[in-house]
């Protein structure tokens, strides 16, 4: 495995140094390798919903920016030996487990009514032209009347009929 330039890495070493206050010795090849697989699936997963006009790939992207995002909150759970950033990985993947689930029913019932991923089509979604109505329709439409349903007044027992052999 070739590893990383120490100078592909210094950017994110002094910024962490700078929040944390840690030294950027603190960091573990381990941890820098971690931090940067998240950053480059960050990345990917911005361009590719950025750039991309299929419904599904931007779904993909979606779900790669996720991954990036809880590879870095468990490096930086393992870097400062705290199970919050592991809980909150559990979350991420939680909601981008249903947001897959969603996501793909909506796309299939998209689908189904345009024939096409293009989410430039999609953008034309709605019910078609509504129909008009003139003042001459509204004067020819018959009133039907209104009945009110009738209900027994509080507090009095309601009448029932009678049987014979009760």
Avoid at 34 to 61: E, H, K, P, Q, Y
Avoid at 70 to 83: E, K
């Amino acid at each position: 495995m070739t590893s990383l330039p120490f100078s592909m890495v210094m950017p994110v070493l002094a910024a962490a140094e700078t929040l944390s206050g840690m030294s950027a010795g603190a960091f573990s090849g381990d941890t820098i390798r971690f931090l940067v697989v998240g950053a480059i699936l960050l990345a990917l997963g911005i361009v590719g919903f950025l750039t991309r006009r299929n419904l599904i790939l931007m779904m993909i992207s979606a779900e790669l920016m996720l991954h990036g995002v809880a590879i870095n909150l468990t490096a930086f759970s393992q870097l400062y030996q705290n199970h919050d950033g592991q809980a909150f990985t559990i979350f991420v993947l939680t909601v981008a487990g249903c947001e897959a689930g969603l996501g793909l029913a909506i796309v299939l019932g998209l689908y189904q009514r345009k024939k096409s991923l293009d989410i430039r089509e999609w953008t034309t979604l709605g019910e078609g032209p509504t129909p008009t109505i003139s003042v001459e329709d509204l004067h020819q439409a018959q009133v039907l009347p209104v009945t009110q349903p009738r209900l027994t007044p509080a507090g009095l027992v309601p009448k029932l009929p009678t049987d014979g052999g009760s």
